[in-house]
Protein backbone atom coordinates (compact mmCIF):
# COMPACT_ATOMS: atom_id res chain seq x y z
CA UNK A 1 0.00 0.00 0.00
CA UNK A 2 1.39 3.68 -1.23
CA UNK A 3 0.44 6.10 1.40
CA UNK A 4 2.93 9.02 1.76
CA UNK A 5 2.00 9.82 5.14
CA UNK A 6 3.16 6.62 6.28
CA UNK A 7 6.51 6.51 4.07
CA UNK A 8 7.24 10.16 5.53
CA UNK A 9 6.84 8.51 9.23
CA UNK A 10 8.83 5.69 8.44
CA UNK A 11 11.89 8.14 6.98
CA UNK A 12 11.31 10.78 10.22
CA UNK A 13 11.68 7.79 12.69
CA UNK A 14 14.06 5.83 11.22
CA UNK A 15 16.00 9.12 11.03
CA UNK A 16 15.65 9.82 14.46
CA UNK A 17 16.36 6.87 16.25
CA UNK A 18 19.14 5.69 13.91
CA UNK A 19 17.63 2.47 13.50
CA UNK A 20 18.51 -0.43 11.34
CA UNK A 21 17.80 -3.67 10.26
CA UNK A 22 14.70 -5.15 9.78
CA UNK A 23 11.53 -4.02 11.01
CA UNK A 24 7.54 -4.30 10.42
CA UNK A 25 5.81 -1.11 11.39
CA UNK A 26 1.69 -1.02 11.84
CA UNK A 27 -0.43 1.72 10.76
CA UNK A 28 -3.86 2.63 11.06
CA UNK A 29 -5.30 4.97 8.46
CA UNK A 30 -8.28 7.20 9.85
CA UNK A 31 -11.14 8.28 7.33
CA UNK A 32 -9.18 11.89 7.18
CA UNK A 33 -6.59 9.28 5.52
CA UNK A 34 -4.39 10.36 8.84
CA UNK A 35 -1.80 7.35 9.43
CA UNK A 36 -0.93 6.37 12.68
CA UNK A 37 1.83 4.19 14.05
CA UNK A 38 0.40 1.11 16.53
CA UNK A 39 3.15 -1.10 16.31
CA UNK A 40 7.13 -1.62 15.22
CA UNK A 41 8.56 -5.51 15.21
CA UNK A 42 12.16 -6.12 14.77
CA UNK A 43 10.50 -9.03 12.47
CA UNK A 44 8.76 -10.18 9.09
CA UNK A 45 5.51 -9.07 9.28
CA UNK A 46 3.41 -12.26 10.02
CA UNK A 47 1.12 -12.26 7.28
CA UNK A 48 4.16 -12.99 4.95
CA UNK A 49 3.61 -16.77 5.33
CA UNK A 50 0.74 -16.13 2.89
CA UNK A 51 3.06 -15.48 0.31
CA UNK A 52 5.05 -18.60 0.95
CA UNK A 53 5.10 -20.50 -2.77
CA UNK A 54 5.68 -16.81 -3.73
CA UNK A 55 9.44 -16.69 -3.54
CA UNK A 56 9.58 -13.09 -5.93
CA UNK A 57 6.85 -11.33 -3.37
CA UNK A 58 9.28 -12.80 -0.24
CA UNK A 59 12.17 -11.11 -1.72
CA UNK A 60 11.28 -7.85 -2.98
CA UNK A 61 9.55 -7.18 0.78
CA UNK A 62 13.04 -7.68 1.94
CA UNK A 63 14.98 -5.61 -0.51
CA UNK A 64 11.95 -3.25 0.59
CA UNK A 65 12.61 -3.39 4.04
CA UNK A 66 16.26 -2.70 4.05
CA UNK A 67 15.94 -0.09 1.50
CA UNK A 68 14.41 2.25 4.03
CA UNK A 69 17.40 1.50 6.18
CA UNK A 70 19.17 2.77 3.44
CA UNK A 71 17.29 5.83 2.23
CA UNK A 72 16.16 7.20 5.14
CA UNK A 73 19.79 8.51 6.20
Not at 15 to 43: Q, W
Not at 63 to 70: E, I, N, R
Amino acid sequence: MEHKGIQDWVTTFVKATNLSGLVCFDFLVDNDDNAYCIECNPRLHSAIVSFESQTKVIIEHVVLSASFKFNAR
